[in-house]
């Protein structure tokens, strides 16, 4: 009828009618175990003396992250499938959205950031904490950051301006861009252009200082002579590896695409895998391993 909704009705897990109790209690444990996990290593990494490190630095601040980006979403898709609220304001979803993309965006940063911590950990280790000061790794955290919050701000601005007309049912199970786009009647060229742009030097930049870190890693690891110090120098980094290949993965196999190619199914789906299951596997794959916090755990 040509006039702009107000609200958005979010669809949710609609095909799973019957089974709410079942998907509640799974989130609601998932979104626990992320909470208690990411909070654990907060406060070992802030109280421990021999935690006091460049890389337990970075962790903390990938923990907060996953934290943060858990909040923005999990508890109002518990919140929706147990009190069968699915209304949102256009501004609550607008805010929804850049909540959860800024904290993603931040957090691909920082894994680069962590990449490049072992880049210089593994191949200069002579100036590690010479060039690893406190200084620089603040001053890098905080860029990530910021630069985390600054790139998804257009979207944000998008999503809050445009025109949502026909049918109110977003096809989600919370306020994802994808979604959004695919059920705007305004202009989506400009911000699919933004996208791509931002994409190329926020999402594929930092995959390449990643790449390329590792590069240099894998080829100084080859080069040391006994077998143990192999393992050991793979260990530090095969676990951090793998969270860059699938959290890269997904992400940017969602928001790299041009509308005409989405299917919000399909979506929906690589949507839960950093939703849910990233937080979970993180502090375990990358953390819980490592040597000196489990150390630091026996001691409290």
């Known amino acids: 009828n040509g006039s702009c909704a107000e609200v958005l009705f979010i669809l949710g897990f609609d095909y799973y009618c019957g089974h709410e109790l079942i998907l509640a209690i799974l989130f609601s444990a998932a979104y626990l175990q992320v909470i208690t996990a990411n909070m654990l290593i907060v406060s070992l990494g802030c109280s421990c003396p021999q935690l006091q490190k460049p890389m337990f630095f970075f962790l903390i601040n990938m923990s907060v992250a996953d934290i943060c980006f858990s909040s923005v979403t999990m508890p109002w898709i ?62 890098f955290a905080a ?89 050991k120098a793979f260990s530090t980094c095969s676990s951090h590896l793998l969270i860059v290949v699938i959290f890269y993965g997904t992400t940017l196999s969602m928001y790299m695409r041009p509308t005409s190619t989405f299917s919000l199914e399909v979506n929906k789906m690589i949507t839960l895998v950093y939703v849910m299951i990233i937080p979970l596997i993180n502090p375990v794959v990358y953390s819980l391993r490592n040597r000196e916090l489990k150390k630091a755990l026996k001691m409290v």
């Open 143 to 231: 860029g990530c950051w910021f630069l985390g919050f600054a790139d998804t701000f257009p979207h944000a601005w998008y999503t809050l301006r445009a025109c949502y007309c026909g049918s109110n049912k977003l096809n989600h199970f919370f306020c994802d861009l994808t979604a959004l786009l695919k059920m705007s009647c305004s202009e989506t060229h400009d911000i699919e252009r933004i996208t791509y742009v931002e994409g190329a030097f926020l999402g594929f930049g930092p995959f390449v200082l990643t790449v390329t870190s590792y590069a240099f890693i894998i080829n100084t690891i080859l080069k040391i002579q006994s077998t143990e110090g192999r393992a």
């Open 78 to 139: 518990i919140n929706s499938i147990l009190l069968d609220n699915q209304v949102i304001s256009i501004t609550a979803c607008s805010l929804q959205m850049y909540g959860f993309m800024a904290f993603t965006s931040s957090e691909f940063l920082l894994l680069s950031a962590m990449a490049y911590d072992r880049y210089i950990a593994i191949c200069d280790p002579l100036h590690y904490l010479l060039i690893m000061n406190k200084r620089f790794c603040t001053g």
